[in-house]
């Protein structure tokens, strides 16, 4: 009988069991283009179960994807490969998250710094992930918190409700729960993960809607935040927050945001007591492409001077 029948296309992974050969291909990529900075918004601190930078430059995301959980990597080299019933999704969509759709040359710099940040930052492109859900959950846990008190409580409760990722990925990485799994964790782990019960509950309601907000990936970015913020608790940070990385937006600018608008404003004007409307006055003249210039102040490091210690977390675990 050897021979009869080809070997079944399979690898074992790190965890044990079998999962179906990682479809592998190279992935046309600009040659400038840096991984870091592109998809370094989906990262949500070092720990983040769902992304990991090996030592040899590869980045790896774990993500829940219309066809189930996936894994996906992609080297230096321009060469991806993903596992699971995921996978095939992630790597049909894979130009689009290292910002194939994306044109950096709409944006006109203005101003000095931003000239100069542009010119050292080529690499960058802004990502477009097509997933609605997996932005959204971490942006509502960064609501009115510390953000190391929302990474921390992102991590625990993906380790805790997620799964491991498909294929042979590092140690430690999981994919985020399911929209039902989201929906089903019970009150007291929210609180053990110091998420308070507003930001918990607009969570809780934003899972029970997935299928509906998930369709905003496909909307016109004004059209989808207006479809993000019909979920009580999901306002106008949080929503651009989110669709900033699904839909790729260059225009959607964060307001409402603690320190953004005077860096802003300290940047363009050396104006550090700077708000909302002072910042979207300043980034006027970048209409189409104000996401983008605010990423580039972000990047160039002209931040003003701190006057007053970090804010202290808060922790309601021992309540």
Same mark, same amino acid.
């Given at each position: ?14 965890? /044990? ?20 900075? =592109?998809? /370094? ?23 829940? =994807? %219309? ?10 080299? /321009? ?21 194939? !759709? ?8 203005? &101003? ?5 940040? &542009? ?48 294929? %042979? ?21 929210? &609180? ?15 899972? $029970? ?13 004004? !059209?989808?935040?207006?479809?993000? !913020? ?10 651009? !927050? ?7 937006? %260059? ?18 004007? /050396? ?19 104000? &996401? ?13 001077? $701190? ?13």
């Amino acid at each position: 009988m050897a021979g009869r029948f080809p070997p079944r296309a399979t690898r074992t992974t790190t965890r /044990g069991g079998h999962v179906p050969v990682p479809a592998s291909a190279p992935v046309d990529i600009h040659p400038d283009l840096d991984l870091g900075l =592109t998809l /370094g918004p989906l990262r949500r601190g070092h720990g983040d179960p769902t992304f990991r930078v090996t030592v040899d430059g590869s980045v790896w995301r774990a993500s829940r =994807t %219309p066809d189930g959980a996936g894994t996906v990597r992609v080297g230096r080299g /321009g060469r991806a490969e993903a596992w699971g019933p995921g996978g095939g999704w992630l790597m049909a969509r894979l130009p689009a998250l290292l910002g194939a !759709e994306d044109d950096p040359g709409a944006f006109v710099p203005r &101003h000095k710094l931003l000239a100069l940040t &542009h010119r050292a930052r080529r690499g960058l492109r802004l990502t477009r992930t097509g997933l609605v859900l997996e932005s959204l959950i971490p942006s509502v846990l960064e609501q009115k918190v510390t953000t190391d008190e929302a990474y921390r409580s992102w991590r625990v409760l993906v380790r805790k409700y997620g799964e491991p990722a498909p294929g %042979p990925a590092p140690d430690g990485m999981y994919v985020m729960p399911d929209a039902r799994g989201w929906a089903l964790i019970p009150s007291w782990e929210w &609180h053990r993960a110091n998420v308070d019960g507003k930001r918990s509950a607009t969570v809780v309601r934003a899972a $029970r809607v997935a299928a509906r907000l998930e369709e905003a990936a496909l909307m016109p970015p004004a !059209e989808a935040r207006k479809r993000l !913020e019909l979920v009580p608790g999901v306002g106008a940070w949080t929503s651009a !927050e989110t669709i900033q990385r699904s839909n790729g937006a %260059p225009d959607e600018v964060t307001t409402g945001d603690l320190h953004l608008p005077g860096i802003v404003g300290w940047a363009l004007a /050396g104006d550090r007591t700077a708000d909302d409307a002072a910042m979207l006055e300043l980034l006027a003249p970048y209409a189409g492409q104000r &996401h983008r210039a605010a990423r580039l102040i972000l990047l160039s490091g002209r931040v003003p001077p $701190r006057r007053a210690p970090r804010m202290t977390p808060g922790d309601i675990t021992g309540l």
